[in-house]
C-alpha cells in the first residue's frame, strides 16, 4: 500500500492556488486596504480636512503625493479612503501627485525592457529599509505569486540583471554600492523604486540618514508607491517594464 503525505493529498484537492495576476485582476485577498492610495472623499474639495493629520506632509490643500503616503490612515476620519488602483505604478514621479488619482487609461507607459523578448532577471538592493518591502517583494518567488511564471527570475549578481529593485531609505553608507550595483548591470536596463522610502524618503524625508532620493542618484524607470507596496503592485511594475498587458480591474 502506497502512502500518500498529507500535504500532497491537500495540494491535490485544493487544486491550483497560484495567483493568476496579471492575467486576471488582482483579488480582494491579493490587496489589502493599504495597498491602495488614500483619496479625498469629493475630489479636490476634500483634501483640505486631511491635510492637517498627515505626519508626512503626502497631503496638501493642493494634492495628494501617493509617492510620500506611509499608508498611515490618519487621513480616514476626514473622509479619505484607500480606494485608489493596485496598478499605481508609474513611469514618471510627477504622475504620483494628483488631487485625484490619475486614471491607468492615461498614464505614460514606458518598456524600456520590450526589445529583450524574454525572461527577466531581478536584483534586489536594499539601501537601508524597516524589511517591510523586503519580506513584499521576496513573497514574488513564493509559490503563490511564482513570479517565474512570467519569466521573472531573481539573481544574485547585478552583471546578470535587467532589473533593479531598489528598497528603503538611500543612506550615506549605500550611495557608492547602490552605483556600482548599477553600473554593473549590462544594457538595456531598469530600475525600480518599491516603497515611499526610495520615492520621497518616506517617514524619514529630510532626516540626517537620507542622503538623497533615488532618482537623484541613478535614473529610476518606475515608481512603486506604498510603505509596503503588496506585491501584486510590484508585479505591475516589472511586468510594464516588459510591455507585458495587465488586466484591467473589475469594476
Not at 476634500?46 to 490612515?73: K, N, T, W, Y
Not at 514574488?140 to 528603503?168: E, I, K, M
Not at 506604498?226 to 510591455?243: E, K, N, Q
Request: with cysteine; charged share 20%; aromatic share 4%.
Amino acid at each position: 500500500m502506497i502512502v500518500v503525505p498529507s500535504w500532497i493529498q491537500r495540494a491535490v484537492e485544493r487544486g491550483i492556488v497560484t495567483s493568476r495576476y496579471p492575467d486576471r485582476a488582482a483579488t480582494a485577498d491579493e490587496v489589502p486596504a493599504t495597498g491602495r492610495g488614500p483619496c479625498p472623499p469629493h475630489g479636490s474639495e476634500g483634501l483640505r480636512p486631511g491635510a492637517g493629520d498627515c505626519p508626512v506632509e503626502a497631503i496638501s490643500p493642493d494634492g495628494v503625493d501617493q509617492g510620500r503616503c506611509i499608508r498611515c490612515a490618519r487621513c480616514l476620519p476626514a473622509g479619505f479612503a484607500f480606494s485608489g488602483p493596485v496598478e499605481a505604478s508609474v513611469a514618471v514621479r510627477a504622475e504620483l501627485i494628483s488631487p485625484t488619482l490619475v486614471p491607468a487609461a492615461s498614464r505614460r507607459e514606458s518598456a524600456p525592457l520590450r526589445p529583450l523578448g524574454c525572461s527577466l532577471h531581478v536584483f534586489l538592493v536594499d539601501v537601508g529599509s524597516c524589511n517591510a518591502c523586503n519580506l513584499e517583494v521576496m513573497a514574488l518567488a513564493n509559490p503563490y505569486y511564482d513570479v517565474s511564471r512570467l519569466g521573472v527570475f531573481f539573481t544574485n549578481s547585478p552583471r546578470h540583471a535587467d532589473v533593479l529593485l531598489v528598497v528603503g531609505v538611500p543612506t550615506p553608507e549605500m550611495v557608492e554600492p547602490l552605483k556600482r550595483a548599477f553600473e554593473a548591470m549590462p544594457d538595456p536596463k531598469a530600475v525600480v523604486a518599491v516603497g515611499a522610502c526610495p520615492i520621497s524618503g518616506g517617514a524619514f524625508a529630510g532626516t540626517p540618514g537620507l542622503a538623497a532620493g533615488l532618482s537623484e542618484l541613478i535614473p529610476v524607470d518606475r515608481f512603486v508607491p506604498g510603505c509596503p507596496p503588496p506585491p501584486v503592485a510590484v508585479i505591475d511594475a516589472i511586468v510594464a517594464l516588459g510591455g507585458r498587458a495587465r488586466a484591467p480591474e473589475e469594476g
